[in-house]
Each structure stands twice: as structure tokens, then as C-alpha cells.
């Protein structure tokens, strides 16, 4: 009895969810982010300045935590347009105590203006979908402590630089519709690098509001 019990109570929060659930209908959207990156930045030599000078291989710490601002309009239940702005967590070579240099650390630092098509896959009136996007990102690099183009690197130069390069990008999330206007997602995103910038990806748990008709989303008139 008492397990028939527990079995009704949890059909009835199913249920209640169920009957709860919003849809977002068509309309202009804006959302901000934010989440785990990790920017695939290569190992480098160091030339230190102990006598005699040394070289030495030191690995970036690629990790950080990006922040994404974007928006877009959803034409229809299975299709959008998007376009945002991300910034990266920076990479940074952090030069041992044993290679003997007292100055900064060099650092790369990403950020990535991006527009993509969406494709969207809801789960009947759940208020789930699934998506997809694809697209290209405009990727800004820059470095400082001065990451020369051979290869090499000179960690007490002050110097700085930047490069840009268009890249392909693509990704795939979830979404849940917590009202007419305002929708959750978990998304990862990624561009392929080369040349001039590196590969990154980016986990962001990211909310947005939809400018709909609040009626019309929540009866799907």
C-alpha cells in the first residue's frame, strides 16, 4: 500500500509538471552566460636567464571561467538565428621557480564574436528541447610577456600583441522554458582554431528573455 502510495505521489508531480510546462513561441531574444572554457593554448620553450641560459618547456594552464552576452530571433519552433559575444578564460604559462626569471608570466587571452543557425527540437509540451547550432566566430587574440610568432617566448618583455581569424563553430545544448519569456539552457560550444588562434570550447549554463506574447506562449494560441 504504501509503496502504491509513493508510486501516485510521484505520477502526480510528473503530471503537475507536465501541466505546467511553458512553450516559447516566435520572437527577438537576449541572454547572457556563463561557464567553464578551456582554450587549447600550446606548450612553449623558455630561454631563462641563468648563466648558461637554459630552455626550458613550460605547459599553459588553459582553464578559466567565460562569460557570454548574445541574441537572436527565433523564426519558428525548429529554427533560429543567433549572434553573441564570448570571452575566454586566459591561458596562462606559468614559468617555474627553478627557470630563475623574475618577471611576468606571458598570457593569451580570447574573445570571439559569433552568429550561427539554430536548429531546435522540442519535446511535445515538456517545455525540453534539444538544439544544435552551427556557424562562424570572428576570434580575437591576444597576448602579452610576448609569445613571439617562431615559437620561442621572452617572459620579461613587456610587449603585447593581437591576431584575428574566422573560424568555424559549432554546438549542442538543452533548453527548458521556465515561463513564456524566460528560458534556461546548458550548451557547449566550440571553435577550431589554427594559424593565428587556438581551439576553444565552452560550457556555459546561460538564461534568456524572449520577447512573446505572454498569452500566446503560455496557451500556444
Excluded at 596562462?92 to 574573445?111: D, E, G, H, K, L
Excluded at 521556465?178 to 582554431?193: M, R
Aim: net charge negative; proline share 5%; with cysteine.
Amino acid at each position: 500500500m504504501l509503496v502504491k502510495i509513493r508510486q501516485l505521489g510521484v505520477a502526480a508531480v510528473f503530471f503537475t509538471l507536465a501541466s505546467t510546462a511553458y512553450a516559447t513561441q516566435d520572437g527577438f531574444y537576449l541572454g547572457v552566460g556563463a561557464g567553464p572554457t578551456d582554450v587549447h593554448a600550446k606548450t612553449q620553450d623558455f630561454v631563462n636567464n641563468a648563466p648558461p641560459p637554459a630552455t626550458i618547456t613550460v605547459a599553459p594552464s588553459n582553464t578559466g571561467i567565460g562569460e557570454r552576452l548574445f541574441m537572436g530571433v527565433q523564426f519558428s519552433t525548429y529554427a533560429a538565428i543567433e549572434g553573441g559575444f564570448a570571452h575566454y578564460g586566459t591561458a596562462t604559462y606559468n614559468i617555474p621557480a627553478s627557470a630563475m626569471v623574475s618577471c611576468n608570466n606571458p598570457s593569451i587571452r580570447q574573445n570571439s564574436f559569433d552568429i550561427e543557425g539554430k536548429g531546435i527540437l522540442p519535446f511535445s509540451t515538456s517545455g525540453f528541447d534539444v538544439f544544435a547550432k552551427a556557424g562562424m566566430a570572428v576570434v580575437y587574440a591576444g597576448s602579452s610577456g610576448s609569445l613571439e610568432a617562431s615559437g620561442g617566448t621572452n617572459p620579461c618583455s613587456t610587449g603585447t600583441s593581437s591576431k584575428a581569424a574566422a573560424k568555424p563553430l559549432f554546438g549542442i545544448g538543452v533548453s527548458y522554458d521556465i515561463t513564456p519569456q524566460w528560458v534556461v539552457d546548458l550548451s557547449y560550444t566550440q571553435y577550431n582554431g589554427g594559424g593565428n588562434v587556438n581551439t576553444a570550447n565552452f560550457l556555459a549554463l546561460e538564461v534568456s528573455y524572449h520577447w512573446v506574447d505572454k498569452y500566446c506562449g503560455q496557451f500556444l494560441c
